[in-house]
C-alpha cells in the first residue's frame, strides 16, 4: 500500500491533463492551472516559513558533534560545535553545499569477535563509513538544480551567457542527437538509487511512508515525461518560449499546438510546485531555519534567559535573614550576615 498509494497518485496525476485536454481545456491547463500552482506554492511556502520563524527558540539546542568551547588548553570543533556566527554560517554552508551530516552517515554490520578463539561464534557490530546515500544525494540534488537553471532558456529572452554555457557544459559529451544531458542521466540514476534503498533495504522500507515515494514518482514522472519530449515526441520550442515568456510578463497567450507530453510534463511540475510547501520536501528552506544548526553553541559563555517568563516573586536567602535575622540569633541559629 505503502508504495501503491503514491503509484497512483502519480498515475491519475499523468492523467488528468489528459481529460483535461480531451475536454478542450488547453487554456486551463496552459495558464489557469499553472499561476494557480505558483499561487499554492508560494502562499504554502510564506505561510510555512512564517510559523517556523514565529515558534519562539529561546535557548540554544544546537546539535552538537565535537567539543565545544570551553578551557583555553582545551581544543574545539569550531566547525561541529560552531561557538560563533561565522562558525554557524560555515558550518550551514558545508551543510547546504556539501551535504556534510550526510557525508557523516554510517552502517552497523557483524564483525567477527576480536579473540582468535571465538571468532567464529561471538560477532561484534561495528560502525563502518557509508557514503552511498550522499553521494546520491548530492547527484540528485545537484541535477535537479542544474536542470531547473537549463529551462531558464524558456523563460528569459535574450538567454543569459551563463545559461548557454551550463548547457553546453551539460551536453559536453555529445551523445546522441539532441544531446543527451550529464544531469538527465545523473537525476535517473539518482532517483533509482534513492528508490532502490528504500525497497531494498528492510530498515529502511520499515520506516518509509507513502509520502516518502510520493515525490520520488512525481519527480521521476517529470524526468521521463520531459525526456520523451526532447528525445522521443519532440514539441515546437518557440511555442513553449512564446508561453513561459508570457507567463513570466503576465500576458499569456495559449499555445497553437504542444502536444500530450507537454501538458503532462507541465502539469505534474505544477503538482510538484502545489505540493511542495505541505510535505517532507520543505526541507529546502527548513535546513535554513532549523535551530539545531543554524545556533551557535555559546551555552557556557552566554546566559540566555528566556524573554517571556513570568515574572517570578522570589525571595533569597539575603532577604530571608535579613527578615529574621533577629529571631534566629535569639533562637542561636548562626547567620551569615551580622547586620
Ligand atoms: C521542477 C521543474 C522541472 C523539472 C524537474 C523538469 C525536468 C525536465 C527534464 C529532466 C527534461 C528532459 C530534458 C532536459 O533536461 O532538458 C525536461 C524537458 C523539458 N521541459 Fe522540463 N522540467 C521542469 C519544469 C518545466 C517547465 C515549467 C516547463 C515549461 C516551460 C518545462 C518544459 C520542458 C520542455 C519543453 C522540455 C523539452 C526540452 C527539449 O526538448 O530540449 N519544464 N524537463
Not at 522500507?205 to 520520488?216: E, G, K, Q, S, V
Not at 510538484?272 to 529546502?284: D, E, I, R, W
Request: proline share 7%; charged share 15%.
Amino acid at each position: 500500500m505503502t508504495l501503491f498509494v503514491p503509484l497512483i497518485a502519480v498515475a491519475i496525476l499523468v492523467a488528468l491533463p489528459l481529460a483535461g485536454r480531451a475536454a478542450g481545456g488547453d487554456g486551463l491547463l496552459a495558464v489557469g492551472v499553472p499561476y494557480a500552482a505558483l499561487a499554492v506554492f508560494v502562499a504554502g511556502f510564506v505561510r510555512r516559513v512564517v510559523r517556523w520563524a514565529d515558534t519562539p527558540v529561546p535557548f540554544r539546542i544546537p546539535t552538537t558533534a565535537g567539543q565545544g568551547r570551553s578551557l583555553a588548553w582545551i581544543k574545539p570543533d569550531r566547525l561541529d560545535n560552531p561557538a560563533t556566527t561565522w562558525g554557524v554560517l560555515s558550518r550551514m554552508a558545508l551543510e547546504i553545499l556539501c551535504f556534510r551530516s550526510l557525508f557523516r552517515n554510517t552502517k552497523q554490520r557483524l564483525a567477527p569477535a576480536l579473540k582468535a578463539e571465538n571468532a567464529a561464534a561471538v560477532r561484534r557490530p561495528v560502525y563502518v563509513s557509508a557514503k552511498g546515500l550522499w553521494f546520491f544525494a548530492l547527484l540528485f540534488h545537484g541535477s535537479l538544480l542544474a536542470i531547473v537553471l537549463r529551462h531558464l532558456r524558456f523563460f528569459l529572452a535574450p538567454v543569459p551567457a551563463w545559461v548557454e554555457g551550463l548547457i553546453a557544459l551539460d551536453g559536453l559529451f555529445a551523445i546522441g542527437l539532441p544531446t543527451v544531458y550529464l544531469s538527465d542521466a545523473a537525476l535517473l540514476a539518482a532517483l533509482l538509487f534513492l528508490f532502490l534503498r528504500r525497497v531494498l533495504i528492510p530498515q529502511v522500507r520499515y520506516i518509509t511512508l507513502a509520502a516518502d515515494y510520493f515525490p520520488l514518482f512525481l519527480i521521476g514522472a517529470i524526468a521521463v515525461s520531459g525526456l520523451l519530449m526532447r528525445h522521443v515526441f519532440k514539441v515546437d520550442l518557440n511555442q513553449v518560449k512564446a508561453l513561459a515568456v508570457g507567463w513570466a510578463t503576465f500576458s499569456p497567450a495559449v499555445p497553437a499546438e504542444l502536444g500530450a507530453f507537454f501538458f503532462v510534463h507541465l502539469f505534474l511540475v505544477c503538482a510538484l510546485a502545489a505540493y511542495l510547501p505541505f510535505g517532507k520536501l520543505m526541507h529546502l528552506a527548513g535546513v535554513f531555519l532549523s535551530p539545531t544548526r543554524n545556533l551557535a553553541n555559546d551555552n557556557r559563555r552566554r546566559r540566555h534567559v528566556n524573554p517571556w517568563n513570568a515574572p517570578v516573586k522570589v525571595h533569597p536567602y539575603a532577604e530571608y535573614e535579613d527578615e529574621f535575622r533577629g529571631k534566629m540569633k535569639a533562637a542561636g541559629i548562626p547567620v551569615e550576615r551580622e547586620e
